[in-house]
DNA sequence: TTAAATATTACCCACACGGTATAATATAAC
DNA sequence: GTTATATTATACCGTGTGGGTAATATTTAA
C-alpha cells in the first residue's frame, strides 16, 4: 500500500535495467520487454513514450524496430529515470506543502523528513541503473508462468 | 503526492511531539492540541483512538480531561508512533508483494529498495519523539492563521 | 503491399485517503 | 443530581488518482 515508487517507476526502471544488460544501441521491441518483466503492455507504452520524451531511452520505428537506452547506462542514475517519469512521490507533503503545518520555520518533524528523503535521493542519484542491469543468465532463472 | 507519511501518520507524530514538549502525565485536551496544529478534530479523534489502543497514550475522561504520553518520549521512536498506526507504506511494492516482479530471488531492483527501506526505518527508529518536541516558547512563533 | 513495430490520445474504474457526522459514555465541578 | 466538557465508537462520504484499457494513426522492413 501506499508506495513511494509507484508501479510506473518501477516498471520504468525494469525497462530500462533490462536494455541496461543488451547490446548497447540494439532496439528492442517492446512486445518482448513485456512478455519478460510481467509489465502490461499499453501500460508500458506509455511508459515508453514518457523516457523517449526525456531522451533517457530512443526508439526504431516500424518493423524491426523497438526500443534502446540513450544514455550511458553507467552515468544512467535512478533519479534520472524517476525525473523522466515525473517523479512525484515525497516521504511527506508537509517538507514541500507548507500550508499544512503551523509549525513553520522550525518544525523538528518537517526537518527530519527533509533530512531524510535528501539522502534518499542522493542515494537513488548514486545509484546507476548499470548497477541494476538484468542479464541473460539472470533472466533463465525466471520462473514460467504462461500457462 | 503519494506521501510515505500519510497526513495520520504526520498528524500522530505531531500529537506525540507536543505532548512530548508538555509536563509528564499532564492530560491535555484534544480539543487544544488540535486548535494549536491545526488538525480536524474528529481526524484527531480517530488518531488519538489509534494512539491509546496501543498505548502510546493514555487518555483521562470526562471534565478535564486529556491526554498525556504513555511512554518516556526519549524511548519512544518514530517508528513506534507508525507501528501505532498500522504504518503500512513501502518504498515498493515489489518489496513485499513477490508476485509483481517476475525476477524472483535475485533481482537488483529489489534488493536495492529493500535495503533503502530497511535504513529508512532504522533512522526511523533511531529518531526519539523527545528530539521532536514541540516546546512553548515555539509555539509563540507559530503565524496565527484565524480570521 | 503488408506485417510488425512505435506514437498518440482518450477513456475507465476501483479503492484508499482525508475528512465528516452522530450518538454514546464518562466524570469533574457546581 | 445535573450539567458541561471530555473521550469513545461507529458509520458514512466524496474525490483524486493510480493502474490499466481501447482504439487509431503512423512508420518502415521485408
Known amino acids: 500500500m501506499n508506495p ?10 525494469r525497462i530500462c535495467a533490462y536494455l541496461a544488460g543488451q547490446k548497447p544501441d540494439k532496439a528492442i521491441p517492446l512486445s518482448r520487454i513485456v512478455k519478460l518483466l510481467a509489465i502490461p503492455k499499453p501500460f508500458a507504452t506509455k ?3 514518457k523516457l523517449k520524451k526525456a531522451d533517457v531511452t530512443a526508439t526504431v520505428q516500424g518493423k524491426n524496430g523497438g526500443i534502446y537506452l540513450a544514455k550511458d547506462s553507467k552515468k544512467l ?14 516521504l511527506n507533503e508537509c517538507i514541500y506543502h507548507h500550508d499544512i503545518c503551523p509549525l ?3 518544525c523538528h518533524i518537517h526537518n527530519f523528513f527533509r533530512d531524510e528523503e535528501r539522502r534518499l535521493l542522493k542515494n537513488f542519484e ?4 548499470a548497477d541494476l542491469a538484468i542479464k541473460m543468465n539472470d533472466m533463465s ?7
Open 126 to 129: 548514486n545509484k546507476k541503473i
Open 104 to 106: 513553520v520555520g522550525f
Open 77 to 90: 542514475s535512478i533519479l534520472d529515470i524517476l525525473k523522466a517519469m515525473n517523479f512525484d512521490s515525497t
Open 141 to 147: 532463472k525466471i520462473v514460467n508462468t504462461n500457462t
Open 47 to 49: 511508459i515508453a513514450h
Open 4 to 13: 513511494f515508487i509507484k508501479r510506473e517507476y518501477d516498471y520504468a526502471i
